[in-house]
């Protein structure tokens, strides 16, 4: 099981990317054409795409309610 803390995003990881393998997984998989093997392995890759996207959303969520924090805390310099 993949902690999200341990995930670093290099510059090139693309959220929409990501998304995209997911689905075309999802496709695959509702196509009957794969054998059982690689229908798990195939769910497995998506778990870990699925895992990484939400890892990502989070880190960003959290860059964006420190950033509002911080506007909330400055003083009016007006």
Do not use: H
Not at 9 to 21: I, L, M, R, S, T
Not at 27 to 56: H, M, N, P, W
């Amino acid at each position: 099981m993949i902690n999200s803390t341990d995930i670093s995003f290099q510059n090139d990881w693309n959220y929409e990317e990501n998304v995209a393998k997911i689905e075309k997984i999802v496709a695959q998989i509702e196509s009957g054409k794969l054998e059982l093997a690689e229908v798990f392995e195939e769910f497995s890759a998506a778990v870990q795409y699925l895992r990484q996207c939400e890892t990502f959303l989070q880190q960003r969520r959290q860059q964006v309610d420190l950033l509002i924090e911080t506007l909330v805390d400055e003083p009016e310099s007006f």
